[in-house]
């Protein structure tokens, strides 16, 4: 009954919802971020080496969260469309087959890590003492894997049916617990980098624990767990996977793809690497209100979609994008202005600065294109289609990015090209992600 209630509080007022969605989870995201600088701090405190060893584990579990998350949009918009077709049985077998698919990939990521756990850093470039100390920090990562796994799946289950504030609240738990137990395992019990592992492992399992809490045994949430109910059901985990399995692979290649450019601008300088680097975590603390609207708009679209409220449907897209645009374009102004200001903050290397602020530059003129890519792929996998975001990454980072980049490095361009080829690469992106959606839209008789 609580479900129905919101998706119809939804319906009366789709703009206030939709931030009601929005701002826990930009929250979220930015205390992840909070701790992923503290964490890192308190382990260079221990030296170059362990900040290194850390770095060489963090490309394996990119991986396992990339996996989890995009099949965890599959999850929240399959649970959505149900909802909006008030099909409750369904939506708890969507989030049923959800925990079959948890235990699926625990498995098989845990004996991965068990069994080749070495030889996957051997084969990232780790060597020596560095390889030692990366294993001794994995070892301890993989008692974690269910846990992370588990808790990105509650996370896409909740979003599913409109709640993002208990996610929020759990994730915040476990950041504060995180904060507390690293120095304490790393320094007082001088435990080094398996005592920040150790740290947070404690914490996904509280987090773990919050959500079994919450689900199974408060059941304060309108989807319920019904061993006895449960009908294995081939359709459901095909939506999921027609949409997580693209979003993963996309998250994937933007990965990928960020390591490549860090390989055509060393040949540029290291400095340039330096600058990349540092915009690009500008970016992504710029990003998060985008991340925030096109999650929330992944929930909000799909109830609408299941429910055909078609009028509202248009409505929500049309303002979601429209605020998209209005931040994007604020954060180009504040940012093209205070470039010279913000960037001292995070170098003191005149020649970073100097690239860093002309890239920044560059790059914010087509923020609001981003945010539009954003809002539509996210469109697209409410509808049930995923094919759009990996398409649309293909294009910008493989076929147009890459290319050009290399290209105009080896004919001797200087590196503002290199920071052109981005800029034109987002705008196709983005006008190939906008028509994606418009030829949903049209294919599934909205518009």
Not at 27 to 39: P, R, S, Y
Not at 261 to 280: C, D
Request: aromatic share 14%; charged share 10%; glycine share 8%.
């Amino acid at each position: 009954m609580e479900n129905q209630s919101r998706l119809q509080t939804f319906l009366s007022n789709p703009s206030r919802s939709l931030w009601t969605m929005a701002v826990p989870i930009i929250a979220g995201m930015m205390v992840q971020t909070l701790f992923n600088v503290v964490d890192i701090m308190f382990i260079g405190w221990l030296g170059a080496k362990e900040v290194t060893a850390v770095a060489f584990v963090s490309p394996l579990f990119f991986i396992i969260i990339g996996l989890t998350v995009g099949l965890g949009a599959g999850v929240t918009a399959s649970i959505a469309q149900f909802i909006g077709k008030k099909d409750k049985k369904n939506a708890d077998n969507c989030a049923e087959h959800t925990i079959l698919l948890g235990i699926g990939i625990t498995l098989i990521l845990s004996m991965l890590g068990i069994f080749f756990g070495e030889e996957l850093l051997m084969l990232l470039g780790a060597s020596g003492e560095i390889l030692d100390i990366a294993y001794i920090y994995l070892k301890v990562l993989l008692y974690g894997i269910g846990l992370v796994v588990f808790s990105l799946f509650f996370r896409a289950i909740l979003a599913g049916e409109g709640e993002t504030k208990l996610p929020m609240i759990i994730g915040l738990i476990g950041t504060l617990l995180n904060l507390i137990l690293d120095p304490i395992f790393i320094f007082v019990l001088a435990y080094g980098v398996k005592g920040a592992a150790l740290a947070t492992v404690i914490s996904q399992a509280v987090m773990f624990v919050s959500y079994l809490f919450i689900i199974f045994i408060r059941k304060s949430t309108y989807i319920t767990f019904n061993i006895k109910d449960f009908e294995y059901t081939p359709s459901i985990l095909k939506t999921i996977f027609k949409i997580g399995i693209p979003s993963s692979a996309a998250m994937l290649i933007m990965s990928f793809g960020q390591a490549v450019m860090n390989g055509i601008l060393i040949n540029y300088s290291s400095e340039a690497v330096a600058a990349y680097q540092i915009v690009s975590r500008i970016d992504m603390l710029l990003f998060m209100p985008i991340l925030g609207i096109g999650i929330s708009l992944t929930t909000m679209v799909g109830m609408f979609f299941g429910a055909k409220e078609y009028k509202k449907l248009m409505w929500i897209i049309k303002y979601g994008i429209s605020r998209a645009v209005y931040i994007t374009t604020f954060s180009v102004i504040v940012l093209f202005i205070s470039a010279e200001m913000i960037l001292p903050w995070f170098s003191n290397n005149k020649e970073v600065l100097d690239i860093g602020v002309a890239y920044l530059r560059i790059i914010i003129l087509v923020y609001p294109a981003v945010g539009i890519s954003v809002i539509c792929s996210r469109i697209c996998q409410a509808l049930g289609e995923g094919m759009p975001l990996l398409v649309t990454t293909v294009t910008r980072v493989l076929i147009l990015t890459a290319p050009l980049s290399y290209y105009f490095y080896i004919t001797g361009k200087p590196i503002e090209w290199v920071w052109y080829a981005q800029a034109f690469a987002i705008l196709v992106a983005a006008t190939v992600s906008f028509f994606w959606m418009r030829f949903y839209l049209k294919k599934f008789a909205i518009v």
